[in-house]
């Protein structure tokens, strides 16, 4: 092939990819790894990384799930597999010894010196890998939602957010727990689409995957119940889409979303392996005060189908969320507190997000309400209606004000809401795509001048 065949092919290529909005998320993708890939090579390891990855590594190679059991295994264990190829030096403990996180993570990085940063850097591409997926489900979220230049939106919106380029450049949970939870959503929009037992273990599988990550998506199933149950109600009223079929009865759609917290519960305890599954509260000693008050019911003999250091783990999160733990003395606007503010996470979503988003915020909810045909319940319901639980709970329920890390799990839903922007009559205009091309390009902005200290990002 001479060089004028290979720069014709080149620049085709080029011209294609600037004029087909299929390659459109694929470049953002690229672009969005390639910056959390180089912004965090000269980054050292930060304090919940020191913990997570050591014990990470430690619960895939012992299967020992007493090591950092405050928080589940599966985000801690999928950068744990670059030890397959990066060989680092794991510290052996006595079974009879208590592990304590900490102490591990100084062993660890005491044994590896010279190649500790190496052995980070790669657990860290697993995240960022982890994260590009999660990008890509919320375009298809979108797109499925609002056509494809919704996905794009969306995934802008996703890519170009300061906060979640920190935290997917790190071997932390946050990051993770976010797509596993966007994907446990996701797969539950569609069970609501479609109520039939193949989308119901799907949802199942996902939710498990979502609960194995972070235990605050424990939140999700009391609400995933309510919306099942509001929109088994509202669908038993309708007639049937497709002639000759009946919708499922309001007893049946119940049953399927027990079959998807069933597979829910199946995949938790595989996520541990089995490992100390139906156990008694009576034979546990608890300090939060849900488990024992639990423990002080009938209930504390009957046998736990879940495994015991994932309700141990449950149990540690429960009584740090209770206050009065001196490691989590929260900060705001020059004041401390053993307690925290109501107020915390909206001051936190104000500041830590480019100031242009409220303004996608306005203009998608309008949409959302006036343009017709108006999205389904179920999707204002699992877009809108989840996010503002989560908010509700972290201001109102728990006394951990220590960064706005906790709410990362919401952010993609809220992303693929805001897709919903590009419904606007005036938005399909020249001047209106003018407009949110302006937008966008403003909100990427924090993004480029702050590389690459995201973590540190305030607007």
Same mark, same amino acid.
């Given at each position: ?15 294609? %990819? ?27 390891? #930060?304090?919940?990384?020191? %913990? ?33 190829? #990066? ?26 010196? !010279? ?56 071997? #932390? ?22 109520? #039939? ?26 609400? $995933? ?25 309001? %007893? ?24 100390? !599954? ?60 053993? !307690? ?57 329920? !728990? ?26 009559? $005036? ?11 302006? $937008? ?20």
């Amino acid at each position: 092939m001479n060089h004028t065949k290979a720069f014709g092919i080149i620049l085709s290529w080029l011209r294609r %990819a600037f004029t087909d909005i299929r390659i459109i998320p694929f470049a953002i993708l690229i672009l969005f790894f390639t910056v959390c890939v180089l912004s965090q090579r000269d980054k050292s390891v #930060t304090v919940d990384e020191f %913990a997570h990855f050591p014990a990470g590594i430690f619960n895939l190679m012992t299967r020992d799930w007493r090591m950092n059991n405050e928080s589940p295994p599966l985000v801690k264990c999928l950068p744990g597999v670059t030890a397959l190829f #990066t060989a680092p030096i794991v510290p052996t403990l006595p079974s009879d010894e208590p592990p304590n996180t900490w102490s591990f993570g100084y062993r660890f990085m005491y044994d590896n010196f !010279t190649r500790y940063i190496d052995i980070f850097s790669w657990g860290r591409i697993v995240i960022i890998l982890l994260s590009s997926i999660g990008g890509w489900l919320v375009y298809v979220f979108a797109a499925q939602l609002f056509g494809r230049w919704g996905g794009i939106v969306s995934l802008v919106l996703y890519a170009a957010n300061p906060n979640i380029i920190a935290h997917a450049r790190l071997v #932390t949970i946050d990051a993770g727990a976010a797509v596993f939870f966007l994907a446990a959503v996701f797969f539950f929009w569609k069970f609501l689409e479609r109520m #039939t037992i193949a989308s119901a273990l799907l949802a199942g599988l996902a939710l498990g995957a979502a609960e194995l990550s972070k235990f605050t998506a424990l939140i999700l199933i009391p609400v $995933m119940l309510a919306i099942a149950l509001i929109t088994a109600a509202q669908r038993a009223k309708l007639p049937s889409d497709e002639p000759g079929k009946r919708r499922p009865t309001f %007893a049946a759609s119940l049953c399927l979303f027990c079959l998807v917290m069933a597979t829910c519960v199946v995949a938790i305890n595989a996520g541990y392996l089995f490992s100390g !599954t139906f156990f008694t509260l009576a034979d546990q000693v608890f300090s939060s005060e849900i488990i024992k008050g639990l423990a002080a019911t009938p209930l504390r003999h009957i046998p736990i189908p879940l495994p015991i250091e994932y309700v141990r783990g449950f149990d540690v999160q429960m009584a740090i969320a209770q206050g009065n733990n001196p490691f989590y003395m929260g900060y705001l606007m020059g004041e401390h507190s053993m !307690t925290g503010w109501w107020y915390y996470y909206l001051v936190g979503l104000l500041v830590k997000n480019p100031e242009v988003i409220w303004v996608f915020v306005a203009f998608s909810l309008f949409a959302w309400i006036t343009v017709n045909p108006r999205p389904p319940l179920r999707s204002w319901l699992c877009l809108w209606g989840i996010p503002c639980v989560f908010l509700a709970y972290f201001s109102f329920v !728990t006394n951990t004000p220590i960064g706005i890390r906790f709410l990362i799990p919401i952010f993609p839903l809220l992303f693929v809401a805001l897709g919903g922007i590009v419904r606007l009559p $005036m938005i399909k205009t020249v001047w209106g795509k003018v407009l949110v091309g302006a $937008m966008l390009c403003s909100y990427c902005l924090p993004a480029i001048a702050i590389f690459p200290d995201y973590l540190s990002y305030f607007n």
